[in-house]
């Protein structure tokens, strides 16, 4: 199946420091990548749809400014938690759709973020 | 806004069957996925319905019945293994995918 890596895997960062998060497919191109923020024992809630080369668009409730989202080509889109602070620890995921095999969502592996 | 609903747990014997329920009401429909996360791990996906009818797949199996906004996944012959959080997510009418708050499921000997 289709691959997608997330890097890095784990992350602990001092408060109002910035971390960046990399996903890329690898066998594939994504025109449009997601990506989810995921608190303990809570399910996956979207917070931006990242398209390639143009801006993001975030859901309801996130902020812009502070999750920037960038998606420069086909195969990599970042996200930047920006001045972290401790309620930003979470697990984020991104996930990408191969449009040549529509039916599926590939998941990377997850960024567990630590706030300090 | 998007609506999924799924029980919060469940318990099973190893070697049982284990059926989990998953009601959705959306603004479209593009297809129904399942997904299973162990703790900690990225989501896998497991199976996809767009049309009525059982999806089977070596031990599981999905449903879908799109009048009554209803699917259930079928787990037999409950390994161990099988202990981890299902999802429930939807496809609206675009690449979007909303998710159900999962459903726990504990495999015990």
């Known amino acids: 199946g289709a691959v997608v890596s997330q890097h890095p895997s784990r992350v602990i960062c001092k408060s109002g420091t910035s971390v960046k998060i990399e996903c890329r497919s690898l066998d594939f191109q994504a025109t449009t990548m997601f990506w989810y923020r995921q608190f303990p024992k ?7 749809t990242s398209n390639e080369g143009s801006k993001a668009t975030y859901e309801q ?5 502070k999750f920037l989202i960038n998606h420069a080509s086909l195969t990599l889109s970042t996200l930047t938690v920006t001045s972290a602070h401790p309620e ?29 | 806004g998007q609506n999924i ?11 049982a069957i284990v059926q989990i329920n998953c009601t ?7 297809g129904l996925f399942w997904y299973q996360q162990h703790a900690g ?4 996906f497991l199976s996809y319905n767009v049309l009525d009818g059982l999806e089977e797949k070596g031990r599981f199996s ?11 996944l079928l787990l037999k012959e409950l390994q161990m293994k099988d202990s981890a959080s299902y999802l429930c997510a939807v496809s609206p009418n675009d690449y979007k995918l909303s998710f159900g708050a999962g459903t726990t499921v504990t495999v015990r000997a």
């Open chain 2, 62 to 72: 999905s449903f879908l019945s799109r009048s009554k906004g209803y699917s259930y």
């Open chain 1, 42 to 48: 809570q399910s996956l809630m979207l917070m931006a």
């Open chain 2, 41 to 44: 791990e990225a989501p896998t």
């Open chain 1, 61 to 65: 409730g996130v902020e812009k400014d």
């Open chain 2, 5 to 15: 609903d799924q029980p919060t747990e469940m318990t099973a014997t190893e070697g």
């Open chain 2, 24 to 30: 959705y009401q959306t603004s479209g429909f593009n």
């Open chain 1, 88 to 116: 930003d620890s979470s697990f984020y995921i991104c996930s990408a759709r191969d449009r040549a095999r529509s039916t599926e969502a590939f998941f990377g592996q997850g960024t567990r973020l630590t706030v300090v």
